[in-house]
């Protein structure tokens, strides 16, 4: 069975990070007809500290590395605090074995309490993943509280529809990621996509991807 890990580096199951994660996993496992597994760093915090003191791993992180190392694509969603990602989440990332995500597909998101903290998800989570040579979605999504139109996890009004079609955009490109991967074609990321993506200018409204994305590794590997 396939299967995609969303990392969520929130503290807890109803933290804004763990409903984005959720979110896009649900997303991507769709498209990818996987099994969706939710690894919350909130829970094996305590391990996580003491393998960093100690340099010795539990058999609890142990298994949480070989999931992410069986799993075909990875969705991973830090809390911003003070312009960087959360203290348990960088610290997990350190003591991920750096073999286990290179060529991985990854779908990157970050939640924050304001939109000041938006580029955080380029100067830091994506320079974070380059350098363990993830492949990496073209689209990243930052959300704050407002973005939901609601409470978290609720897709509400127009700022919910919007924050909806990011995250269908995302899962879509990881989606297009692992055909790649796995040396299959699937028909480019905007196949069957909502008419919204090809209309309007409406700034949540995808455009191709850039040289070096999903679609250009598409082309390479099986042509136009």
């Known amino acids: 069975m396939t299967t995609l890990v969303a990392i969520s580096g929130g503290l807890s199951q109803h933290s804004e990070a763990a409903h984005l994660a959720r979110a896009l996993g649900e997303r991507a496992a769709h498209y990818l007809d996987a099994e969706l597994h939710l690894l919350s760093l909130g829970a094996t915090a305590e391990a996580t500290a003491r393998a960093l003191a100690t340099g010795q791993t539990s058999a609890e992180l142990?298994?949480?590395?070989?999931?992410?190392?069986?799993?075909?694509?990875?969705?991973?969603?830090?809390?911003?605090?003070?312009?960087?990602?959360?203290?348990?989440?960088?610290?997990?990332?350190?003591?991920?074995?750096?073999?286990?995500?290179?060529?991985?597909?990854?779908?990157?998101?970050?939640?924050?309490?304001?939109?000041?903290?938006?580029?955080?998800?380029?100067?830091?989570?994506?320079?974070?993943?380059?350098?363990?040579?993830?492949?990496?979605?073209?689209?990243?999504?930052?959300?704050?509280?407002?973005?939901?139109g609601g409470e978290p996890g609720a897709f509400v009004g127009r700022a919910g529809h919007r924050l909806e079609l990011r995250i269908d955009r995302e899962a879509r490109e990881l989606a297009e990621l692992v055909a790649v991967t796995q040396g299959r074609a699937s028909g480019g990321w905007l196949a069957g996509a909502p008419e919204e993506y090809l209309e309007g200018e409406d700034y949540a409204a995808p455009v191709p991807p850039a040289a070096g994305g999903a679609e250009a590794a598409r082309r390479k590997l099986f042509g136009a």
């Open 62 to 148: 142990e298994e949480q590395f070989d999931a992410l190392d069986a799993a075909a694509a990875i969705v991973a969603v830090a809390p911003i605090y003070n312009a960087q990602p959360s203290g348990i989440f960088t610290t997990f990332m350190d003591l991920v074995p750096k073999e286990t995500l290179q060529g991985k597909p990854v779908g990157l998101g970050a939640t924050g309490g304001s939109l000041r903290h938006a580029l955080v998800l380029e100067s830091a989570l994506r320079p974070m993943f380059t350098f363990l040579r993830a492949s990496l979605a073209t689209t990243a999504i930052y959300a704050t509280r407002a973005d939901w």
